[in-house]
């Protein structure tokens, strides 16, 4: 073999691979690791996920978690949720690989206990009408749509006084703070905490293209200062500018949930969005690296998803796992509601999405 051949070739020379394996059993004890056994699948070609593609359909949910409310109540169990597992991440409580989902219920005359903690929360409210939940001093009421934000280190507690139960999705960045082993919470010791505005505050405050004179951006927190985006506002914008009829061939209509103040994402963590898909409209498939939970609010169809096709209508959730191809196929009019880490992955310069594949 000339020089220049040996150099390019693979292959090994006779006896080295038991030469090998020995060698790496001695560091193996050294708590060392030949990068070369183990790179192809540090950096892979493009991304490969344990995420599989998954629907949950909301009327399983809700029974199953009807039934733990007759097992548990909400101040027993901190808060009563059932944790949606994706597949192929069993036992580690995520959705996604960096996300994690639940339902939650809140039956009439329950509290569940004000706490603050560094991970970022969604509620993307279900079923039910009538409970609140307080953020910061404010309460909100809580309709089917609304989407809620729970800020990172802000105090909440949640309540029902109506007569009926309600659910709502969780939706979380505990596995982003648990691989930056960053998380902390604190409980208040008081169930419910002291109301110290008007409830729609924060709301008239920032959300009515207004700010207070003084506000300064650059000095804010980095989630939005509103923290209740009702499901009304939001399905009115989507009625509105459905009349355009300018339709994007793989989301149909697709807006982002936005921090009024600065444009960003409206949760530095979590991006949130809203999609809207015409009665028959097929999407064309796309991917991006932001795996993607959804959460039917109107309609229903199907999602194909990589090599699966999932059924969805109202309150069903379903996975889309990053840079597996994506299209929606409604039987009606239909609303999506979604979350992704999408934010840290465009602060990092590792977003991306690709419209002509799959
Ligand atoms: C949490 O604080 C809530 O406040 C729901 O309703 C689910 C899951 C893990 C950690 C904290 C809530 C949660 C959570």
Redesign the pocket.
Known sequence: MRPADSETSKASAPGAEAEREAFYEKIDKSNMTALWTVLGALVTKEPKSACRPFGWRFEAIREAILEAGGLITAREA??R?L?LENPGLRGQ?KITTSL?A?V?LVLPGEV?PA?R?S?S?L?LVLEGKGAH?AVEGERVMMSPGDFII?PSMAW???GNESADPVFWL?G?D?PLVQFLDASF?EHLGAEEQPVTRPTGDSLARYGANLLPVDYRPEEARPTSPIFHYPYARSREALDQLSLAQDWDPCHGLKLRFANPATGAHAMPTLGTFLQMLPKGFETQRIRSTDATVYVCLEGGGRSRIGEETIAWGPRDVFVAPSWQPVSHEPDGESVLFGFSDRPVQEKLGLWREDRGNG
Do not use: F, P
């Open positions: 901190e808060r949720v944790v409580s994690y639940g939650q569940a706490h903690h991970q929360a509620r939940t729970t909440h507690d949640h969780d979380l505990i919470v």
